[in-house]
């Protein structure tokens, strides 16, 4: 087992240009900075039905919910921007969580989730910047055994918060991102180390 952090980046947005895509690149861009491999995932390109219990009964968890599921394996931390819809996270970011939380046969309940370090943020071009569906978020996560750092950030007046290459324009704006992929960095590599202390 290496101690280098391997951490999973994704938006709760299907939409092409959405912002919270941007958004969670410059917390990935700060934690590969910061000594981590990421991996950028777009759930637009792993469509899944709405979870549906006869869906899993007939014919278990979808292919792309599997494969989501093995991605989450693999890593040990969590980048998630997520949009606000109507005060809560979007539909597409909970079926992700509902499909991917489905134990297969021989696993444990939420055995993807376990132990996995995750830092949240959200983007809006409203006043609140997706804040209170943030607080959705972490409660879910927190449910599911994810450990979400106490650093997040809602941006607000996003439309007009994005330089060309991808940077926030405003310097307070891009640090306090940034520091959400580094401290998730941080923590996972705290945590892969003092297992292997114990391991050896």
Same mark, same amino acid.
């Given at each position: 087992m290496s101690s280098r952090p391997k951490i999973l980046c994704l938006a709760g947005s299907?939409?092409? *240009? /959405?912002?919270n895509k941007k958004l969670v690149k410059v917390a990935m861009a700060a934690?590969? *900075?910061?000594?981590? #491999?990421c991996t950028y995932v777009d759930l637009k390109d792993y469509p899944m039905p709405i979870y *549906?219990? #006869?869906?899993?009964?007939? /014919?278990?968890? @979808?292919?792309? =919910?599997?494969? +989501?599921?093995?991605?989450?394996?693999?890593?040990? =931390?969590l980048l998630i921007a997520s949009p606000e819809y109507n005060s809560s996270i979007s539909g597409? +970011?909970?079926?992700?969580? *509902?499909?991917? /939380?489905? @134990? &297969?046969?021989? &696993?444990?309940?939420?055995e993807c989730y376990i132990g996995k370090v995750a830092?949240?943020?959200?983007?809006?071009? =409203?006043?609140?910047?997706?804040?209170?569906? +943030?607080v959705t978020l972490r409660s879910i996560l927190g449910?599911? /055994? %994810? +450990? %979400? %750092?106490? &650093?997040?950030h809602a941006l607000s007046q996003a439309n007009d918060a994005f330089t060309e290459d991808g940077k926030l324009k405003d310097e307070?704006?891009?640090?306090? %991102?940034?520091n959400i992929g580094k401290r998730v960095t941080s923590l996972t590599k705290a945590i892969l180390e003092s297992?292997?202390?114990a391991k050896s």
């Open positions: 299907l939409r092409k *240009d /959405s912002l934690a590969q *900075d910061a000594g981590a #491999d *549906d219990g #006869d869906i899993e009964a007939e /014919s278990g968890i @979808p292919e792309n =919910g599997k494969k +989501l599921k093995k991605m989450l394996k693999e890593h040990q =931390g597409a +970011l909970k079926n992700f969580i *509902d499909w991917t /939380s489905r @134990p &297969e046969p021989g &696993e444990k309940s939420i830092g949240i943020m959200a983007c809006s071009p =409203g006043a609140l910047g997706g804040l209170r569906g +943030l449910n599911i /055994s %994810v +450990l %979400v %750092v106490p &650093e997040q307070k704006n891009q640090k306090a %991102v940034a297992e292997l202390v």
